[in-house]
């Protein structure tokens, strides 16, 4: 099993930055594929970055394509999702997430472990 602990969200204005971390605990950190999901106020978790075990293959939502970084830290057991250019619509509780899949899968049903989350608010 593995535990996941977000941070870094806040209040940010529009076109500004935020850097998140999830710290994993556990041994076989590097072993997880991990992802970054959200869900806004009414609406469903949507898929917004993942990676696989080694950092070397992401995938990213288009609608944050370009924007967001993701990336890992298998020594820190931690990873990263770095959100630049930031818009109201990308205001939502941010959630981690890790499972033992080959490839990057967007759908939640898919992921195994989750955060509790950590909200990300963009004022206009």
């Known amino acids: 099993q593995v535990q996941l602990v977000e941070s870094g969200g806040g209040l940010v204005q529009a076109g500004g930055s935020l850097r998140l971390s999830c710290a994993a605990s556990?041994?076989?950190?590097?072993?997880?594929?991990m992802g970054w999901f959200r869900q806004a106020p009414g609406k469903e978790r949507e898929f917004v970055a993942g990676i696989n075990w080694s950092g070397e293959n992401t995938y990213y939502a288009d609608s944050v394509k370009g924007r967001f970084t993701i990336s890992r830290d298998n020594v820190k057991n931690t990873v990263y999702l770095q959100m630049n250019s930031l818009k109201p619509e990308d205001t939502a509780v941010y959630y981690c997430?890790?499972?033992?899949?080959?490839?990057?899968?967007?759908?939640?049903?898919?992921?195994?472990?989750w955060g509790q989350g950590t909200q990300v608010t963009v004022s206009s």
């Open positions: 556990g041994r076989t950190f590097s072993s997880y594929t």
């Open positions: 997430a890790a499972n033992r899949a080959i490839v990057v899968l967007t759908t939640k049903r898919a992921w195994d472990y």
